[in-house]
């Protein structure tokens, strides 16, 4: 799905989420976090190039597609990285959401802590 940037500045850039997040994304995301902490990012510019990595396509300056190397981020201006992260994070970590109603187990164990499915989807 293709979301065109909503910054007047920025009319021409886009960037196209997948219709479906498949397991390579997930592979792409946990690279991309090694990297990062690799290169001593954090926050908001270190979410954007794991944002950058799971996209197939998109159209930023200065950014050009499937080229890691040549991406200067932090010359990237941060009303687009903010973008960026609010479109795809969510989108993204919603692969990782139980339903309210899942069939999920009764319970979920882990380190020895018991977790009821409830506490994982109330906010």
């Given at each position: 799905m293709r979301f065109d940037c909503p910054h007047e500045k920025w009319a021409e850039c886009f960037i196209d989420v997948p219709d479906e997040w498949l397991g390579l994304h997930s592979q792409r995301y946990q690279e991309a976090g090694e990297l990062v902490a690799?290169?001593?990012?954090r926050g908001a510019t270190a979410d954007f190039v794991r944002n950058l990595t799971?996209?197939?396509?998109?159209?930023?300056?200065g950014l050009p597609a499937n080229n890691p190397p040549g991406w200067d981020i932090l010359q990237t201006p941060l009303l687009l990285i903010g973008w960026v992260n609010a479109v795809v994070t969510p989108s993204f970590l919603a692969c990782f959401a139980l339903p309210k109603n899942s069939s999920a187990p009764s319970s979920l164990t882990r380190k020895g802590t018991t977790v009821e499915p409830t506490e994982l989807t109330e906010t």
């Open positions: 690799s290169k001593g990012l799971i996209l197939d396509h998109w159209n930023l300056p």
